[in-house]
């Protein structure tokens, strides 16, 4: 597995290296000892799987300290571009963001770090059909993982379209 650093300290971009045959191909989308080997060592407690249609954005969603949530995030089917804010006050990066697209066909994941608590993230579905797929928990089906249960209470958000027109203080203010 190739592990690249973004803009954004801490959040990073897995590249899982397939094995192809006439068959289809075989991949290793999660190995805790060989993503220790890296200082990746977190601990996934619960596996999310969301389908969305063309066009849909969701949330620039995010889980407050000391809940905060890391999350593995792969695509199963289909294409999205997923998005990480930088919201934390005293960062290098406050007010700034990273995307890429993740997709079936390109097998990237992307680690957000619950360290980095307030960075948000958000996904634009580019296909008809996206099954979006977050990595919570040690087993071997890995989607959406995330390493820290969901508190309902400490969960907050951001309007995406405000990005667009406020200025940085502004929309860090909300």
């Keep these: 597995m190739e592990i690249k650093k973004t803009t954004i300290e801490g959040l990073l971009i897995l590249e899982p290296r397939l094995f192809k045959d006439s068959r289809g191909y075989f991949t290793e989308i999660y190995h805790k000892l060989k993503l220790a080997e ?5 601990e996934f407690l619960q596996d999310n799987q969301s389908r969305s249609t063309y066009g849909v954005i969701r949330g620039l969603h995010f889980q407050k300290a ?9 695509v199963l089917e289909g294409n999205i571009f997923d998005v990480a804010v930088d919201i934390r006050p005293e960062s290098a990066t406050y007010g700034q963001w990273f995307g890429l697209e993740l997709s079936a066909e390109n097998h990237l994941q992307l680690l957000v770090p619950a360290g980095l608590p307030m960075v948000s993230q958000y996904f634009l579905s580019m296909q008809q059909s996206s099954i979006n797929a977050m990595l919570i928990t040690i087993l071997n089906r890995m ?16 309007i995406w379209i405000r990005l667009l027109f406020q200025t940085r203080t502004e929309i ?3």
Excluded: D, E
Aim: charged share 10%.
């Design 143 to 158: 989607l959406v993982s995330v390493t820290m249960i969901l508190i309902s209470k400490l969960t907050g958000g951001l």
């Design 66 to 74: 000391p809940y905060g949530q890391t999350k593995l995030i792969r």
């Design 172 to 174: 860090f203010q909300i």
């Design 38 to 42: 890296h200082q990746i060592t977190y």
